[in-house]
């Protein structure tokens, strides 16, 4: 399975939406589904699981959906903390990244 | 709280070994399959192997099958990973995360530095 999120870079201001992509080139469980958000120097941090279930702590601007194989992790009104690479999983496969930098 | 730290990184020449520890601690360890992860300076996340809640199975990313192990010591809240016949592209950052079902790492240690260079 290949994850390819699109698009490699977003380059968006603070209080705008995000939309990034994640296609798969076979149907996934989508139970297996997950998103990550990295910052630079840190670990990854767990934001979606099971496709749209929110992990602990994450707050509600971060929403995720699909099935099949595609799926899209959407952040409403970016806070300047959202600024970071986020990644795509499913089962052990990760996505290659999309980076939500400051415009 | 839950805590995964990590030791035994460093810099080791190629076919070389290292061993990777991984400690946790806030949360029943025995209960949870667990994982390596890696990246390399400047590139995406991959997966290296995971291992059963009790360390009867374990499985590998391909390009590591036969020259990594991963174990546990659920008495000693701990994860290793054995790394042997190191080569250069197995420069990475490698984290051990905490598998909350379904493949979901929930928790994640803070990263050891492997360097396998002459």
């Known amino acids: 399975i290949v994850l390819t999120q699109s698009p490699g870079t977003l380059s968006l201001s603070p209080g705008e939406s995000a939309t990034l992509s994640c296609r798969a080139s076979?149907?996934?469980?989508?139970?297996?589904f997950a998103w990550y958000q990295q910052k630079p120097g840190q670990a990854p941090r767990l934001l979606i699981y099971d496709a749209s279930s929110r992990a602990t702590g994450i707050p509600d601007r971060f929403s995720g959906s699909g099935s099949g194989t595609d799926f899209s992790l959407t952040i409403n009104r970016l806070e300047p903390e959202d600024f970071a690479v986020y990644y795509c999983?499913?089962?052990?496969?990760f996505g290659q990244g999309t980076t939500v930098e400051i415009k | 709280e839950v805590q995964l730290v990590e030791s035994g990184g460093g810099l080791v020449q190629p076919g070389g070994s290292l061993r990777l520890s991984c400690v946790a601690s806030g949360f029943t360890f025995s209960s949870y399959w667990m994982n390596w992860v890696r990246q390399a300076p400047g590139k995406g996340l991959e997966w290296v192997a995971s291992?059963?809640?009790?360390?009867?199975?374990?499985y590998y990313e391909e390009s590591v099958r036969g020259r990594f192990t991963v174990s546990r010591d659920n008495a000693k809240d701990s994860l290793y990973l054995q790394m042997n016949s190191l080569r250069a592209d197995d420069t990475a950052l490698y984290y051990c995360?905490?598998?909350?079902?379904?493949?979901?790492?929930?928790?994640w240690g803070q990263g050891n530095l492997v360097t396998v260079s002459s």
């Open positions: 076979q149907t996934l469980d989508s139970r297996y």
């Open positions: 995360a905490r598998n909350r079902g379904y493949e979901a790492f929930d928790y």
């Open positions: 291992i059963k809640q009790n360390g009867s199975d374990q």
């Open positions: 999983q499913h089962s052990v496969t």
